[in-house]
Each structure stands twice: as C-alpha cells, then as structure tokens.
C-alpha cells in the first residue's frame, strides 16, 4: 500500500482527486489574488458580451444598458461575494454547506435546480463558442464545433481545481486585452443618434435589464465557495469578499458594456457576428477561448450536485479520482447534447432561462447569507453536513419555510414571457420579484430563528472545524456501503 501511494504522489500533485469532503487544513493552498483573478478570468468572457446585446434587445438605449448593467452588476457581485467567504472557513463545497439551513434531506431540492443551471449554462457556452467559430470558418457545422469545445473543456477538468484557476488566470489576462482593443475598434464607429441620445427608461425596462445582470452574476451563488474552499481557514474574509467583488464587477462591467456597444451599433448582425465585423476572425477565436473554463466550472460543480445528491444515500471515499471524473464527464455531454438540439434559439432561449433562474435562486441567497452572517455567525458542525443524525437534522424546517415565503411573495412580480404576475402592471411592466422575495425570504427566516431560539443552541457555537474526518464517519443514516 506504501509503495502505491508514493507512485500516486506525482498524479495527485497534478490531478485532484478530492470532491464533496471537508478539505483538512494541511490540503489548504492558494492566494487571495487567485480569486480576483478567477473571477475576473470567470466574467470576462463572450457570453457576457451576448448578454450585453441582449440587454439591448429588450429595448433600452446603449446609455441605458450601462445603467443596467452597472447596477446589476454591483448587486448579483454583492451576494456572490458575500457566499464565496464560506469557502475558506468551512472548506466544503456551496452545495453541501447549504446543508446547515435546509437540512440534511431537506436540501436535496437544490442538487437539481443547481444542476439544471450547470447544464444549461454548459449548453448556453458551448453554442456561443460554435457560433463564434462558424464565423471564422465554415468547414465544420455548430453540432460539431459544440462536441470540440466540450472536448476541450473535460480536458481541463481531469486535472480539477488547480488548473482550473490556472486557465481562469490566463484568460483574465488574454481576453481581458482582446476585449480593450474590440472596444476600441468599435468606438471609430458610430451608432445610431437614437442609441446614444439620453433618456430615462422606463422602471419595468431598467428593472428587466438590471435583473438579468443579477441573475447571471447570482447564478455563481451556489458554487462559488467550490472554488474558495481550499484557501487557508484563516483567509480575510474581507479582502476575500473584495478580491471577489471588484473581479467580478469589472469584468461583467466591461464584458457587458462591449456587448451593448456592438448591438447598438450593428443590431441586425447579432454580437457573435458583429464581433466579427467590427474586429476580425482573431478576436472570434478567442472569445471563442473565452468560454472554455466557463463549460469546465459548470460540469465541475455539477459534479457536486450529484455526488451530494448521491450522498444521501450512499457515502462515497474522501478521495476519488472515479467519483469526481464520471459525473463531470456525464453532466458536459448532457450540454453538449442539449446545445446541439437547441442552438437556433439560443437568445430567447437564454433570457427565458435566466427568468426562471431568478426565481428559484433569490430566495436560496436570502436564507443562505441571513443564516451564515445573522444567526449562526459562520459556526457550524461541519460534520454534521455528511449525515442525517446530525446538529442540522433530516429537514431544517425554518430555512426550507422561509424559503418557501420568498418563492409565494415573488409569484405577484413576477414578468417573464410564459408568466405575468398580478402586480406587475400596476408597477407600469416591472418586474421586481427578485428583490421582495429575497428580503421576504431573509426577513422570514431571521423572524423563525428568533421565535424559536431554544431549538437553535444545537446548531450555534461549535467549532467550524469537525472534530472528525466526515469520510471516516458512517453513512447518511445508517452507514450505507462505501463507492467511488
């Protein structure tokens, strides 16, 4: 066994084999410009520019999608900063963590809804960078440029964490200068007066446009502690939050205002090939680039969701290559799949999804954020995360009623293309449902924790480092077999 191991030295430096476990402070690396980087690498991308345009498209003004798309980014930044300081100090994945408010079963219905949004933006990605390529030339269709890029992208997972923030380093310097000089050369053009003339737009437009911000930018909310969790414990939580938040912000910032810029200026062409028009076939190659570890983090943290999903009922090895390998190679095929059969409608397609994605997550955020920063002030018994019998029980009735009060209150707002709450014309068209069900939620569950403190001394005041491996411990309930 000695001798496997010290042949195994050498993979595990390169390739991770850890996934869903608490990582021990010996396995704790990383700087805290990593994460600036990271999130930089994370938003500066070409799908950001597609979502500029599409800010556009909904019918604000160039002026007035960076109105937009300012104060959206500062808010979604805000709440995925807030989460990512979880990471270093309970050092689990987001998924897993969310454990502690909805309990050990009771968490069960985020694995899905966390993974339906790693696939979907997989297939998102992957259709933008098939798009993009087609611009640059036609000897392959978009199905096949889809399964090259998807290639690409498992390729960078087999290695897992380190690399993963490697690549986001190199792409937060290569595309962030791509997309400078894209800006400049669009700026010796001119749109047209009515796309730079100033007006206020009108709530329900300026709401709609600074929601899709929020969205894309909170849709990092429920993985974002995956990709801070090997930081030391004793990480600043505040320089942490503001490495995140002004990576984030930047990036989506810039990306966005590109994306704008271009749909105002060649509205008809659609921003992948406006792209084109404006800068040349080189900059479609690496916004193509751009997107590579977007699909790797997506089916990385889709990894999570099934593993933790799986969890419930059966306990897998601290450390396994296997474990972590086949979920993330099952989740990037099933958006490859899904991109190949839906890429003729990809910008309807990608507002309608951010929709529904608002809804489901606001309300998550809310009861998330208030628990860690309010009530249990970042205490928790981490290994009670890995079973049902623990200090967070099967459900957690106060997070999973809270958010359960945030989804109802946000119904009445809610504007989407399928669904038009009963409250929205009154509000002249806006759709502010993201912002009532967030506070609803929050507001909530710091009421039912205060009105029931007794019942919550078993979750507050331990150690937030477990007093035992959670791997060695049995399983869910009743010591399931161990696999991976």
């Not at 509205?267 to 800068?279: D, E, N, Y």
């Not at 909530?444 to 005041?461: K, N």
């Amino acid at each position: 066994m000695a001798a496997t191991a010290a042949r195994n030295a050498p993979l595990r430096r390169y390739v991770e084999h850890r996934h869903i476990d608490h990582i021990p402070e010996a396995a704790r690396h990383g700087k805290l410009w990593h994460q600036f980087a990271f999130w930089f690498g994370g938003n500066i991308n070409v799908f950001n520019v597609v979502l500029g345009a599409v800010i556009v498209s909904i019918g604000l003004t160039f002026w007035q999608s960076l109105v937009a798309i300012a104060a959206g980014a500062l808010i979604g930044a805000l709440l995925i900063a807030l989460h990512a300081t979880q990471g270093p100090r309970l050092g689990v994945p987001q998924s897993i963590q969310s454990r502690g408010q909805f309990g050990f079963y009771g968490s069960a219905f985020m694995f899905p809804a966390v993974l339906l949004i790693n696939v979907g933006f997989i297939a998102a990605c992957l259709v933008i960078q098939a798009q993009a390529m087609t611009g640059v030339t036609n000897a392959l269709t978009i199905p096949e440029w889809i399964v090259i890029w998807a290639v690409s992208s498992v390729v960078i997972g087999i290695f897992g964490y380190r690399w993963i923030h490697r690549v986001m380093q190199a792409t937060a310097i290569v595309v962030g200068v791509t997309l400078i000089i894209m800006l400049a050369q669009g700026l010796r053009y001119s749109p047209p007066a009515r796309e730079t003339a100033w007006a206020w737009p009108s709530s329900g437009l300026l709401l709609a446009g600074m929601a899709l911000l929020v969205i894309d930018l909170l849709s990092y909310g429920p993985l974002v502690s995956d990709y801070t969790r090997y930081l030391p414990a004793a990480t600043s939580a505040r320089r942490l939050f503001w490495g995140i938040y002004t990576g984030s912000v930047l990036a989506t910032f810039l990306s966005c205002a590109v994306g704008a810029y271009l749909a105002a200026l060649l509205p008809a062409l659609g921003p992948v090939a406006a792209i084109g028009r404006v800068s040349g076939s080189w900059a479609l190659v690496i916004m193509a680039l751009s997107l590579i570890d977007a699909n790797t983090v997506n089916a990385y943290t889709g990894t999570f969701q099934i593993l933790s999903f799986g969890g419930m009922w059966r306990r897998f090895k601290a450390e396994s290559l296997t474990a972590r390998l086949v979920p993330f190679v099952c989740g990037m095929a099933v958006g490859a799949v899904i991109a190949c059969l839906g890429y003729r409608s990809l910008v309807t397609n990608l507002t309608n999804f951010l929709d529904v994605l608002l809804v489901i997550l606001i309300p998550w955020s809310a009861v998330n954020l208030a628990d860690y920063f309010l009530v249990r002030h970042g205490k928790y018994d981490i290994a009670s995360f890995f079973t049902a019998d623990g200090a967070y029980g099967r459900f957690a009735w106060r997070g999973l009623l809270a958010y359960t009060i945030g989804l109802a209150v946000e119904w009445p707002f809610v504007a989407q293309s399928d669904y038009t709450g009963p409250l929205v014309r009154a509000l002249g068209g806006a759709d502010i449902s993201w912002l009532v069900g967030w506070f609803a939620a929050a507001i909530a569950y710091l009421l039912l924790s205060a009105l029931t403190p007794g019942t919550l001394r078993q979750m507050t005041g331990r150690s937030p480092q477990p007093a035992e491996s959670p791997a060695t411990r049995a399983g869910p309930a009743s010591g399931g077999p161990v696999s991976g």
